[in-house]
């Protein structure tokens, strides 16, 4: 080992759902939205001018942030905006969490919670869901460092309802609580109305879902202007210019266009609801979900072994070789096609 590598910061990398690139594949594996973004965004898109690409763009984000905050009703100054709910939360992370006493959130959650907090040398523990996968708010009345989970929760799709998240915050006043809403206009109720109640929560979002955008990475979070004012700081400390001008430009494209988002989102769930039918009929087994994604065991046969054969059929979705979910599939709503395309197979596959 060379001397240098003593210096070196040590992290175990979060592992992203694979993006193969196979033509007629069918893509259920990370969540992504079948849809295309709204209309206006390719309109923007080919409007776009090219050479203001020589300048640095807008630092503050400001014409995205003021979409946002006339969406939601909030001020401005209550809005950041960042690469991807996961620069956001990343931010927050380094912003938020820097006590000394563990940070909380679920044993089953969205996987790059513990990353950050290791990266950023950060103490967490995490708390058990039930055997319902539903997290159970006394469990957060331990000390801790700061507290966050995904509402729906991820891989589940598990919705806490409001008062649930409520007690939460409630009972934690000394610390951050940050809500990932990543699912959450899926068909759950946003923590967003809190804000007026509670100086220490932060609401994060994403336009990578419901709103079409994962590639153009957006993500923000709305709280309190105090709790947004450290947060840029940081930012700010960190990299001044984060959100490219495509991307600003896009972003508000997206926001403007409430009927197209809704009629997008509708869609979607609908197909969630009809699949969870097809799936029961099949043996599956699933908590509810109220996201873009059914997490989904079967009885007789295992996931892994589902998982590849799916996969050799070009049908991808996630699976995780880990203590409590490794007999699921996580499996992202697509198209009414790609869905009747994987209920087809499951059924041959099944009847095997
Ligand atoms: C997808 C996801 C994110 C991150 O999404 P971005 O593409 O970075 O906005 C954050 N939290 C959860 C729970 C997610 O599932």
């Known amino acids: ?16 759902g694979e993006q193969p690139d196979r033509k007629n594949m069918i893509k259920l594996n990370t969540n992504e939205c079948p849809y295309p973004p709204a209309p206006g965004v390719e309109r923007a898109r080919r409007e776009m001018d090219t050479d203001s690409f020589r300048l640095y763009p807008n630092p503050d984000v400001k014409p995205l942030v003021e979409a946002l905050a006339e ?3 909030v001020k401005p100054s209550q809005v950041f905006v960042g690469v991807g709910s996961d620069d956001v939360i990343s931010m927050a992370f380094m912003t938020f969490f820097n006590g000394t006493k563990p940070i909380l959130f679920p044993d089953v959650t969205y996987s790059f919670y513990d990353v950050w907090a290791d990266v950023y040398r950060i103490p967490y523990r995490t708390v058990p869901l039930d055997e319902n996968w539903r997290i159970r708010p006394e469990d957060y009345r331990q000390e801790n460092g700061g507290i966050i989970f995904p509402n729906p929760n991820a891989p589940t799709g598990v919705y806490e309802p409001l008062d649930k998240v409520e007690e939460i915050i409630r009972s934690n006043p000394d610390v ?7 699912y959450i206009d899926f068909g759950g109720e946003s ?10 929560l932060l609401v994060v979002q994403t336009f990578s879902k419901s709103r079409a955008m994962a590639g153009m990475r957006i993500g923000y979070c709305i709280g309190n202007e105090k709790l947004i004012g450290y947060l840029n700081d940081v930012r700010f400390s960190v990299n001044s210019y984060t959100m490219n001008r495509p991307a600003q430009i896009l972003g508000v494209e997206a926001v403007k266009d409430d009927a197209y988002f809704k009629a997008t989102t509708a869609k979607i769930i609908a197909t969630r609801e009809r699949v969870k039918g097809e799936l029961k009929k ?15 065991s079967h009885a007789a046969k295992p996931a ?6 799916l996969r050799n059929a070009d049908i991808f979705v996630r699976y995780w070789d880990k203590p409590r979910i490794n007999n699921s599939l996580r499996i992202t709503v697509g198209t009414d096609e790609e869905m009747d395309k994987l209920i087809e197979f499951l059924k041959n596959y099944l009847a095997e």
Request: a negative charge; one cysteine or more.
């Open 1 to 16: 080992m060379g001397k240098w590598e003593e210096n070196v910061r040590r992290c175990v990398p979060y592992v992203a």
């Open 71 to 73: 969406y939601y009703h």
């Open 176 to 182: 951050v609580v940050m809500v990932d809403e990543a």
């Open 191 to 200: 923590a967003l109305p809190l804000l007026e109640k509670y100086e220490n």
């Open 282 to 296: 099949l043996g599956f087994t699933f908590p509810d979900s109220k996201a873009n994604f059914i997490f989904a």
């Open 304 to 309: 892994k072994e589902i998982f590849q054969a």
